[in-house]
């Protein structure tokens, strides 16, 4: 089930590209980092039509996906073909010119406490369509501060179809499906945006308040 953006709640294939090039310090999918199997775009469409036969909503994501650019652009234009609404969900550390206009691209800016801030690149900011969206994982304040001024330097609560501020989960959670594994507090965070009036959206991992916070494959 998609959990981490306005497609939250929805059910959606999820396309698990092993690999990333960052280590964040709250990182959830550390076991995409290696291993995995290799599949061709074919089998990899196949696998996505026996578990969706009638369409819907698929997401690419990783681990980096376009760290495999090359097999990852003709996968999501075959699924477009298909029928498929696409989402690619990334850090925007490679480029992502190459992405078809049809995806939509949630990106993951990095912030400064996740250890790999200023990982963004900026000229994708060029990239971004109106139905895209741009999410901050925030762990403290100094995150939600650069959120905030990241937001209001580059205007994008008119450039993109939601900008969301989302607590980091512990990640090594497990047991309790509440927020008491926030890293950050929502209410804090709720009351910092409001006093603000930033144009963002505050989202949590859906998911992870509906499985156990350590179950893969939600
Ligand atoms: S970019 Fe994503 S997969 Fe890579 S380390 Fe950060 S959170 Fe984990």
Redesign the pocket.
């Known amino acids: 089930m998609q959990g981490e953006s306005t497609y939250s709640g929805v059910a959606c294939v999820f396309v698990r590209l092993t690999g ?5 310090a ?5 076991y ?2 290696q291993g995995g199997r290799k599949m061709s775009i074919a089998e990899v469409g196949d696998e996505v039509a026996r578990l969706s036969p009638s369409g819907g909503l698929v997401e690419i ?4 996906p376009m760290l495999q650019e090359r097999e990852v652009v003709p996968l999501m234009q075959e699924l477009l073909a298909a029928g498929y609404r696409v989402l690619l ?1 990334t ?1 925007g ?1 490679r480029p992502l010119a190459g992405v078809p206009r049809e995806v939509v691209k949630i990106v ?1 800016v ?1 912030c400064p406490d ?1 250890g ?1 801030g200023g990982t963004f690149h900026r000229e994708n900011l060029q990239e971004l369509t109106g139905q895209d969206e741009i999410k901050f ?1 925030l762990s403290s304040r100094t995150d939600y501060e650069f959120a905030r001024e990241f937001t209001e330097e580059h205007g994008l609560g008119k450039r993109v179809n939601a900008v969301l501020f989302s607590p980091a989960f512990r990640k090594d959670a497990t047991g309790a499906r509440d927020s008491s594994h926030c890293v950050l507090d929502p209410q804090e965070l709720a009351e910092w945006m409001i006093a603000d009036n930033v144009p963002a959206r505050l989202g949590l991992q859906l998911h992870k308040f509906i499985w156990d916070p350590a179950v893969k494959g939600v």
């Open positions: 990333c090039n960052l280590r964040c709250w990182c959830d999918s550390e995409t980092f994501t990783g681990g980096e969900e850090s550390e993951d990095k996740s790999e994982v």
